[in-house]
Protein backbone atom coordinates (compact mmCIF):
# COMPACT_ATOMS: atom_id res chain seq x y z
CA UNK A 1 0.00 0.00 0.00
CA UNK A 2 1.29 3.63 -0.44
CA UNK A 3 1.28 3.94 3.26
CA UNK A 4 3.62 0.77 4.10
CA UNK A 5 5.81 2.20 1.18
CA UNK A 6 6.02 5.56 3.11
CA UNK A 7 6.80 4.09 6.34
CA UNK A 8 9.51 1.61 4.51
CA UNK A 9 11.08 4.57 3.10
CA UNK A 10 11.32 6.23 6.41
CA UNK A 11 12.51 3.37 7.52
CA UNK A 12 15.76 3.67 5.00
CA UNK A 13 15.98 7.17 5.31
CA UNK A 14 14.99 7.39 1.89
CA UNK A 15 13.78 11.41 0.00
CA UNK A 16 11.72 11.16 -2.61
CA UNK A 17 9.22 14.06 -4.06
CA UNK A 18 6.70 14.20 -7.11
CA UNK A 19 7.08 17.55 -8.83
CA UNK A 20 4.67 20.06 -10.56
CA UNK A 21 3.00 18.17 -13.24
CA UNK A 22 3.14 19.11 -17.10
CA UNK A 23 0.21 19.71 -19.14
CA UNK A 24 0.50 16.20 -20.38
CA UNK A 25 0.07 15.27 -16.33
CA UNK A 26 3.90 13.77 -16.13
CA UNK A 27 6.54 15.16 -13.30
CA UNK A 28 9.51 14.37 -12.64
CA UNK A 29 10.59 12.34 -9.24
CA UNK A 30 13.16 14.14 -7.09
CA UNK A 31 14.88 11.14 -4.71
CA UNK A 32 17.48 9.92 -3.04
CA UNK A 33 20.09 7.81 -4.53
CA UNK A 34 21.22 5.07 -2.65
CA UNK A 35 21.70 1.59 -3.12
CA UNK A 36 20.85 -0.70 -0.21
CA UNK A 37 22.77 -4.22 0.64
CA UNK A 38 20.58 -6.67 2.28
CA UNK A 39 21.11 -10.01 3.49
CA UNK A 40 19.63 -13.44 2.51
CA UNK A 41 18.13 -12.45 5.82
CA UNK A 42 16.39 -9.62 4.58
CA UNK A 43 18.64 -7.33 7.15
CA UNK A 44 20.37 -3.94 5.99
CA UNK A 45 24.19 -4.88 5.61
CA UNK A 46 25.54 -1.84 4.22
CA UNK A 47 24.55 0.92 1.68
CA UNK A 48 26.20 3.31 -0.68
CA UNK A 49 25.96 6.73 -1.47
CA UNK A 50 26.97 8.34 -5.25
CA UNK A 51 30.17 8.73 -3.86
CA UNK A 52 31.32 5.04 -4.05
CA UNK A 53 32.78 3.96 -7.33
CA UNK A 54 31.45 0.40 -8.31
CA UNK A 55 34.99 -0.92 -7.51
CA UNK A 56 34.73 -0.03 -3.57
CA UNK A 57 31.12 -1.53 -4.07
CA UNK A 58 32.34 -4.48 -5.22
CA UNK A 59 35.16 -4.78 -2.24
CA UNK A 60 32.63 -4.05 -0.35
CA UNK A 61 29.71 -6.39 -1.27
CA UNK A 62 32.43 -9.72 -1.64
CA UNK A 63 33.63 -8.71 1.70
CA UNK A 64 29.79 -8.86 3.42
CA UNK A 65 29.86 -12.36 1.04
CA UNK A 66 32.46 -13.72 2.61
CA UNK A 67 32.04 -12.95 6.51
CA UNK A 68 28.52 -13.58 6.06
CA UNK A 69 26.78 -15.39 9.33
CA UNK A 70 22.79 -16.29 9.78
CA UNK A 71 21.45 -14.84 12.74
Given at each position: ??????????????????G?????????VD?S?L?????P???????????????????????H???????
Open positions: SPEEVRAAGGDYRVYASAPRDEDGDYLHVIYLLGDGLLLDCYGPAKTAAQIARSVRRMETYRPL
